[in-house]
């Protein structure tokens, strides 16, 4: 039983000291420093001590027991003199290491680590969460220091993309981020029309929320009033969409979601239980006034909207075909949702450009169909 353990423990050690730039303790290090060194010095010993025989006459591959006492003596010497060299050089380069690498490494690391806790104090939980265990991405963590880097620089670095009114990410995560995943996601891990959904598939889409009557809100109540509308809206958001996309405050009153929904999941029905958590959670208390509902346009699209011919309409233009759904849903009485289903694909770019620019077009020319309740 100890021996297997001990086994073990010596193949995990002798894997970190054969992981070269990711070792975690000087002992790794050195012990990966001494075996180079020693396999170095072996091949220099052999060829030095063939070399001095060859010059001296003698045999280069004898026993020991039968070298004749010159030779012998240069064997000896050769191989005192390469452990020798071995341990002071080996431990020259480990306190080399040391110094140059390992203590300045080890000083960044509790600087990063002391900031992180900082970054991760001042930054909102929810928005951590998004941030590290982001829904689009999988990380590999090898929990090498270069880790403790990535994630002060994920932590602090995306604070950037934080909306402090709403609790939610901005615009420029979605331009500068969520849009490449999306392309990533787009290209390499969404399934193909041919293919026959099962239990568990993705099934991606883009959501334009805009809020109803906003404006009168805020000739109503005040600025300041508005913005606590527009911060509880931005918590119901992210209580509808958990841990399965992310909340973007797109400008203004309007917000843009991307949530990756598993089969059989419909949107349809996922847009309607986000328009009623809306309606039952965002209400307007005090202020002299009654409990009132505040309530959302809804307009969404599948990403990518042709399944089939995933990159024929860009991130971008699926925003757009969700607007032109959201604005159809306040022209149809608000407090609603359209969704837009793909029947088929354009065969031009310019008949592309016209369904991007126009849905009812789109939807006259049999390229897609619109939805409601």
């Not at 070298?67 to 380069?93: E, H, R």
């Not at 979601?257 to 309606?279: D, H, K, M, W």
Request: hydrophobic fraction near 40%; charge should be neutral.
């Amino acid at each position: 039983m100890n021996v297997a353990y001990n086994l073990r423990k010596f193949r995990r050690f002798m894997s970190g000291v054969f992981a070269i730039g990711k070792w975690k303790s000087l002992k790794e290090a050195a012990t990966f420093i001494y075996i180079v060194s020693t396999v170095f010095l072996i091949i220099v010993g052999v060829f030095l001590f063939s070399f001095i025989s060859y010059i001296m006459g003698y045999e280069m591959f004898v026993p020991i027991h039968k070298m004749p006492k010159a030779q012998g003596l240069t064997f000896l010497t050769i191989f005192v003199g390469m452990i020798l060299i071995d341990f002071l050089m080996g431990t020259f380069f480990v306190w080399l290491y040391d110094k140059l690498i390992m203590m300045p490494t080890e000083n960044i690391i509790n600087e990063i680590s002391e900031r992180t806790e900082k970054a991760a104090a001042a930054f909102p939980l929810e928005m951590r969460q998004l941030v590290e265990e982001n829904p689009f991405v999988s990380v590999e963590k090898t929990g090498t220091w270069v880790d403790s880097i990535d994630r002060y620089m994920n932590l602090a670095g995306n604070e950037k993309y934080y909306d402090e009114t709403t609790g939610c990410f901005n615009r420029k995560y979605f331009l500068q981020v969520l849009s490449q995943m999306l392309k990533t996601e787009m290209i390499c891990d969404i399934k193909s029309s041919g293919s026959l959904r099962t239990y568990g598939d993705r099934a991606y889409a883009i959501f334009m929320i805009d809020i109803d009557h906003f404006k009168k809100i805020n000739d109503e109540f005040g600025h300041q009033f508005g913005d606590e509308i527009l911060a509880l809206v931005g918590k119901t958001l992210k209580k509808a969409v958990t841990n399965k996309g992310v909340v973007v405050r797109n400008g203004g009153e309007e917000f843009l979601l991307v949530v990756c929904l598993n089969y059989p999941e419909s949107i349809e029905s996922y847009a309607e239980s986000v328009r009623a958590l809306f309606e039952h959670d965002v209400r307007i208390t005090g202020q002299g006034s009654k409990n009132r509902p505040v309530t959302c346009s809804i307009g969404y699209t599948p990403f990518p909207f042709f399944s089939d011919h995933p990159t024929v309409v860009s991130v971008s233009d699926h925003v757009k075909i969700a607007d032109q759904a959201m604005y159809l849903s306040k022209t149809c009485g608000r407090n609603t949702w359209r969704g837009i289903e793909a029947l088929r694909t354009p065969s031009s770019e310019e008949e592309i450009n016209k369904m991007v620019d126009s849905i009812l077009y789109g939807e006259s020319s049999r390229y897609l169909r619109i939805l409601c309740p």
